[in-house]
């Protein structure tokens, strides 16, 4: 199918807006017709553009985050598409971390992304009509060192649209869930690296080649619109499901490996792959 999003999804959300995937989405979007309500922490960082409104949202306050996504649908007279895509990492060995640090990552990208899916799917549903789509990640099938909660985080989210797509089918309703491997963004110069306490230096120095390739991979990926058009024809496809999305490795391959190969062989690939 070559028809326009527009034809079936008039308006759209989108957090995370202001750089690398939901920048991309975003730019997708306005591409095919739709208009785009994009939310960033600094709205200035979003350019003034036709069809796109800058919204301030803070992930981090879970009541005011929705209390703004309501505002902005009353605006926009509903959302037809929303894509919950904000987020942020944290690399460090979860023991020698202040159990602060993974809390609030959990609060914000789990618990309050579920937040706002629960807003949006309510009306969705009083409408019969409509796309969520939670951005998880193939981490949470393929869980990196070091960044055990962002691992938690994304496996939650896709738990959360397995079950969200059993309870909208028959509905005009679809939920789908977007597992992105590594892309090249900026999301590297964002991810946070806490104090380690009490880490041993093999810890250290484990952590070292860890993060080594996890930053090589970040710079080595596929541009961000690779991962818009995977979502464009996820779209146009009208229907829930999961969507992989990244490199070859990634997007084909290691998750042929998750369903069939045995669970140590995947563990000891993984090792072997970040000098653990």
Request: avoid cysteine.
């Amino acid at each position: 199918m070559s028809h326009s999003l527009a034809a079936r999804y008039r308006t759209a959300f989108v957090t995370g807006a202001s750089t690398g995937l939901g920048l991309a989405f975003a730019e997708m979007l306005l591409a095919e017709g739709v208009e785009v309500w994009g939310t960033t922490r600094d709205p200035k960082r979003l350019p003034a553009r036709a069809r796109f409104h800058a919204v301030a949202l803070e992930l981090g306050d879970g009541a005011a985050a929705e209390e703004i996504f309501l505002e902005a649908e009353h605006a926009a007279g509903s959302f037809d598409l929303v894509v919950n895509n904000a987020g942020f990492g944290a690399f460090g060995a979860f023991a020698h971390t202040e159990f602060a640090v993974w809390e609030e990552q959990l609060r914000v990208m789990l618990v309050n992304t579920a937040r706002l899916s629960h807003a949006a799917l309510r009306g969705m549903l009083a409408r019969n009509r409509g796309a969520l789509v939670n951005v998880s990640s193939i981490a949470g099938e393929f869980a990196m060192p070091y960044q055990a909660i962002y691992n938690t985080t994304k496996a939650g989210l896709s738990a959360l649209n397995e079950s969200l797509m059993y309870e909208v089918k028959g509905t005009g309703v679809i939920v789908i869930d977007l597992r992105p491997g590594d892309y090249r963004t900026d999301f590297e110069g964002s991810v946070r690296y806490p104090a380690q306490t009490g880490a041993p230096a093999a810890t250290a120095s484990r952590m070292a080649r860890a993060r080594a390739v996890f930053e090589g991979m970040m710079r080595s990926g596929p541009a961000p619109a690779h991962a818009a058009a995977t979502l464009r024809r996820a779209l146009q496809r009208g229907r829930s499901g999961t969507v992989r999305t990244g490199r070859f490795f990634q997007a084909v391959l290691a998750p042929f490996l998750a369903r069939f190969g045995p669970l140590k062989l995947k563990r000891t690939i993984q090792e072997k792959y970040f000098g653990l």
